[in-house]
């Protein structure tokens, strides 16, 4: 990542909800919890809380604690005729600068003075956003040229570091080292 990117990269909006809903609610601030997640979202645990992995397997690790979205989506499906703001299509975390699904597994994210996310994998967009607007799902989920799916409905990670996360807070990438593995869904 240059440095140019990485300086302009910043959070444009935070979000959480308490319940199981699709989208969250834009708030002030955010307390990421090392371990935990977002407190008080329903997401937050060291277990799985999306409902369908939990009716799967509840003992599974919670890979999916912070959902991080680019807002430069917006500006796409917007071109497509589709309005969609911070906080409803389900993130707790929404970027600006910063190109999060080219990044690679284990990619940490400084987000303000202390808090850091490890990314840990893709969001699987789902069938839930055609829900929330007819058609959004054919713009976060398709093929690319050479026909491989390609999501592009934010990552997932884990918080390694927590602190308070707020709009216009920096983001700073951290690259893994060694070899990098491309992101997969979680």
Known sequence: MSDEQDARAHVVAVSTDSEHRFSKRVVDEIVLIEGWGVEGDAHAGTTVQHRSRVARDPSQPNLRQVHLMHSELFDEVADAGFEVAPGQLGENVTTRGIDLLGLPTDTLLHLGADACVRVTGL?????????????????????????????????????????????????????PSGEHAPLSPV
Request: glycine share 18%.
């Open 123 to 175: 969001r699987n967009p789902c069938q839930q956003i055609n829900g929330f607007e007819p058609g959004l799902l054919r713009e976060v989920l398709g093929r690319a040229e050479d026909g491989s799916v390609e999501r592009k409905g934010g990552v997932m990670g884990v918080v390694v570091a927590g602190g308070t996360v707020r709009r216009g807070d920096s983001i700073r990438v951290e690259l």
